[in-house]
């Protein structure tokens, strides 16, 4: 008879709770008035605060952007991972239609593209340093298709014409372009490229406690907590087997926020559980992904 050494397994994962969201996106910038511009002027954000020479920007108060220099770094290469986009989600249609015309107007070229994706309806645009950013409003959720299947509980999404022209013709009123910095708006996603979708659901799903809710060809994984579409998402479209990312410009930290700091202490004891590096001062939670995309959990 052997002994064996006997590896500790949870019998169910735990999850994120149902009202975890994402807060400010930290980009790291070589120019920041010139982004500063962009983020103001084509998106109508405004200053919240201003540290260390950078510039937190957002709707009200509430900071959705934070532009913080990194003059001596470079641009990364498109195969690596890092951010694929910043996704800004809007109360109604007409203060989407107004801000993807404002940014239209500030810069033709920076437009990507638009679709339907059957859960919401987006708009895509790259900032001036090549950040992805994705402008959206999201349709009632009752109207959302789930289906129970083998992976789990999925969404049904898809990528379907979204014409710009008409949709502004449709929903862009003169109250919302006069408006359009008072309209609400929040980080309701934020999407990252990865080396490998399995090793990404491991991370993520595993790991932190969010749920699966779609996939796509084994190209790309959306995932969320509470039920919505999703929160975070990876691909491989760009970027199939880019190992950790160096020190770039662009994605410098994603904010997740969770309702208390009892929260944040089970998900430390998580990533203790997987041997994930962290650093836990009580109310936040500081650790890197496989790739070094930089991730803070912190108490709302």
Same mark, same amino acid.
Request: overall charge negative; charged content about 20%; cysteine-free.
């Given at each position: 008879?052997?002994?064996?050494?006997?590896?500790?397994?949870? !019998?169910?994962?735990?999850?994120?709770? *149902?009202?975890?969201?994402?807060? /400010?996106?930290?980009?790291?910038?070589?120019?920041?008035?010139?982004?500063?511009?962009?983020?103001?002027?084509?998106?109508?954000?405004?200053? /919240?605060?201003?540290?260390?020479? @950078?510039?937190?920007?957002?709707? @009200?108060?509430?900071?959705?952007?934070?532009?913080?220099?990194?003059?001596?770094?470079?641009?990364? $290469?498109?195969?690596?991972?890092?951010?694929?986009?910043?996704?800004?989600?809007?109360?109604?249609?007409?203060?989407?239609? $107004? /801000?993807?015309?404002?940014?239209?107007?500030?810069?033709?070229? *920076?437009?990507?593209?638009?679709?339907?994706?059957?859960?919401?309806?987006?708009?895509?645009?790259?900032?001036? !340093?090549?950040?992805?950013?994705?402008?959206?409003?999201?349709?009632?959720?009752?109207?959302?298709?789930? &289906?129970?299947?083998? *992976? #789990?509980?999925?969404?049904?999404?898809?990528?379907?014409?979204?014409?710009?022209?008409?949709?502004?013709?449709?929903?862009?009123?003169?109250?919302?372009?006069?408006?359009?910095? *008072?309209?609400?708006?929040?980080?309701?996603?934020?999407?990252?490229?990865?080396?490998?979708?399995?090793?990404?659901?491991?991370?993520?799903?595993?790991?932190? #406690?969010? !749920?699966?809710?779609? #996939?796509?060809?084994?190209?790309?994984?959306?995932?969320?907590?509470?039920?919505?579409?999703?929160?975070?998402?990876?691909?491989?479209?760009?970027?199939?087997?880019?190992?950790?990312?160096?020190?770039?410009?662009?994605?410098?930290?994603?904010? &997740?926020?969770?309702?208390?700091?009892?929260?944040?202490? $089970?998900?430390?004891?998580?990533?203790?559980?997987?041997?994930?590096?962290?650093?836990? /001062?009580?109310?936040?939670?500081?650790?890197?992904?496989?790739?070094?995309?930089?991730?803070?959990?912190?108490?709302?």
């Amino acid at each position: 008879m052997t002994n064996e050494r006997s590896t500790p397994v949870r !019998e169910k994962q735990v999850l994120l709770p *149902a009202d975890t969201a994402m807060g /400010t996106v930290m980009l790291k910038v070589g120019n920041v008035e010139a982004m500063a511009s962009y983020y103001r002027t084509a998106l109508g954000l405004t200053e /919240t605060a201003e540290a260390d020479g @950078g510039l937190y920007l957002g709707r @009200g108060t509430v900071p959705l952007i934070h532009l913080a220099p990194a003059g001596a770094l470079t641009l990364p $290469a498109r195969t690596e991972a890092g951010l694929f986009h910043t996704a800004l989600v809007f109360d109604d249609q007409a203060a989407l239609a $107004a /801000t993807v015309a404002s940014a239209a107007e500030y810069d033709a070229g *920076a437009y990507v593209g638009s679709a339907d994706h059957l859960v919401s309806e987006a708009f895509y645009f790259t900032d001036p !340093e090549g950040n992805g950013i994705e402008l959206y409003f999201d349709k009632p959720r009752e109207t959302w298709d789930w &289906i129970d299947t083998n *992976a #789990g509980r999925t969404v049904t999404m898809d990528n379907l014409a979204l014409p710009p022209r008409q949709y502004l013709e449709t929903h862009l009123t003169s109250e919302s372009v006069r408006d359009q910095q *008072a309209a609400a708006a929040a980080v309701g996603h934020v999407h990252l490229q990865v080396g490998d979708v399995d090793t990404a659901g491991e991370f993520y799903v595993d790991t932190l #406690g969010f !749920e699966r809710t779609a #996939g796509w060809h084994g190209q790309a994984l959306f995932v969320s907590a509470g039920g919505y579409h999703h929160h975070m998402a990876m691909n491989v479209w760009n970027s199939r087997g880019a190992g950790p990312r160096k020190d770039t410009l662009g994605l410098g930290e994603v904010l &997740i926020r969770v309702p208390a700091a009892d929260e944040v202490g $089970a998900l430390a004891e998580r990533l203790k559980f997987a041997a994930v590096t962290h650093h836990h /001062t009580g109310l936040e939670l500081l650790f890197n992904d496989p790739w070094n995309n930089k991730i803070r959990v912190s108490a709302a």
